[in-house]
């Protein structure tokens, strides 16, 4: 198996825990875990990648995306997009596309980490494919494959809060 990542929100779903595995069997924590109160109530997530300003941009490529219920028994269905076709289609939105940078092709969606962040005060990140999170418990895995280069290279799942394209802070 390849490199994933993943974004699990805990039993009551009101915090998430990022992860990471090199085999896509084993997850090790990233960090903390983040109260999602802190990213508003109309929360967006999806695959993202982001160079701040460095002077490369590297092309991350997600070979599918999955969201899980917490098997509770609180209901929802697994969905998993596997990027077939030729364009992101509902419930995707991508804000602030940049022509020729966030590709589906071959079963892949290709994001190019162009120049951008959504840190503090910046809020200028670009392609960032987004959709509704769930609602209750909810894990997020993808697979992916990126090779930063250059210090703040990066790519993974990202959650934020819905407005990001009308400039507010996050």
């Known amino acids: 198996d390849a490199p994933a990542v993943r974004l699990t929100t805990n039993p009551d ?10 085999d896509g069997q084993q997850f090790a924590t990233v960090g903390r875990p983040a109260p999602l109160s802190a990213f508003g109530s109309n929360l967006r997530i999806g695959p993202a990648a982001l160079s701040d300003l460095a002077p490369s941009v590297p ?20 969905v998993t997009d596997d990027f077939d076709g030729t364009m992101l289609g509902a419930p995707w939105a991508v804000t602030r596309q940049e022509q020729g940078t966030l590709v589906v092709n071959g079963g892949t969606l290709q ?6 962040d959504v840190y503090q005060t910046r809020n200028d990140a670009k392609n ?4 509704p999170a769930p609602t209750g418990p ?6 992916l494959n990126f090779e930063g280069t250059a210090q703040y290279h990066q ?3 990202m959650v ?4 990001v394209e009308a400039g507010t802070p996050l």
């Open 13 to 22: 779903g009101t915090a998430v825990t990022a992860s990471y595995s090199t």
């Open 59 to 78: 092309v991350a490529s997600f070979d599918w995306i999955r969201f899980d219920p917490d098997g509770s028994g609180g209901g929802g269905t697994t």
């Open 111 to 116: 994001i190019a980490a162009a120049p951008g």
């Open 128 to 131: 960032l494919a987004l959709r």
């Open 138 to 143: 909810w894990t997020a895995t993808t697979k």
């Open 155 to 157: 790519a993974g799942i």
């Open 160 to 163: 934020l809060e819905a407005d």
